[in-house]
C-alpha cells in the first residue's frame, strides 16, 4: 500500500481542487477518513482472514462499489443540511467517491502486494496499473521508521508529492488569473 502520507497528500490536492463553501474543519476531517478507509480491512488480518480473501487486505473495502457506498453515505456527515438528490449533494457525492477511490488507484500503482480487488464483490480478481513506481508501505509503525519506510517516503514524494504539488500550483494560477492562463 501507499503510506498515509500519500494517501493524504493526495487527499489535500483533491479538496484543495474542489470550488465549494464546505471547507471547513467537518469537511477536511471527512476527507482524510475517506481516504485511508479502505485500510480498514487490515483489521481482517489481526482477526485470520486471508489477505487473498474478497474481504482480506485490498479486497471489498478497496472496489468501486465500496467507494461509491461511501461517496454516498458522507454528504450528509459532512453538510447534515444536503438534501438528496440536489446539485451540491451529487458534487459532494462524486467528490467523497474520489476521494475513497483515490486509496485503492494510489495502491495499483505500488510495486507489492497481491492487487486491488476494483470490481468486488462482483468480481474478485485483482488488479494492478501497468505502471508501479510507488514502493509498497510496511505494516506497521516500528517498520515504517526504518530504512525502508524512508525509501518508501522518498518514493512518494517523487511519485506523488512532486505531481500534488504541480497540480496545486496549476490550481492556483487557474484561480487567480480567472482562468485565462499563466499570466
Not at 29 to 38: Q, Y
Not at 134 to 142: E, R, T
Amino acid at each position: 500500500m501507499a503510506s498515509v502520507v500519500g494517501h493524504v497528500m493526495l487527499a489535500y490536492a483533491m479538496g484543495k481542487s474542489l470550488r465549494t463553501p464546505l471547507h471547513i474543519a467537518r469537511f477536511w476531517w471527512l476527507t482524510m477518513a475517506c481516504c485511508l478507509l479502505p485500510d480498514v480491512d487490515v483489521l481482517g488480518l489481526v482477526l485470520g482472514i486471508p489477505y487473498e480473501h474478497i474481504l482480506g487486505h485490498r479486497g471489498l473495502t478497496h472496489s468501486m462499489m465500496f467507494a461509491m457506498l461511501v461517496g454516498l453515505v458522507v454528504p450528509r456527515w459532512a453538510t447534515p443540511t444536503l438534501v438528496f438528490g440536489t446539485r451540491p449533494y451529487w458534487v459532494s457525492a462524486v467528490y467523497f467517491f474520489l476521494v475513497t477511490l483515490s486509496h485503492g488507484f494510489l495502491d495499483a500503482l505500488t510495486n507489492g502486494g497481491l492487487g486491488i480487488a476494483f470490481f468486488a464483490p462482483f468480481d474478485s480478481t485483482r488488479y494492478f496499473f501497468p505502471l508501479r513506481p510507488i514502493a509498497v508501505s510496511p505494516i506497521g509503525l516500528s517498520a515504517f521508521v526504518s530504512q525502508e519506510g524512508m525509501g518508501v517516503l522518498l518514493s512518494e514524494l517523487v511519485w506523488i508529492g512532486i505531481p500534488v504539488g504541480v497540480w496545486l500550483w496549476c490550481v492556483r494560477v487557474i484561480r487567480n488569473t480567472g482562468g485565462k492562463g499563466i499570466p
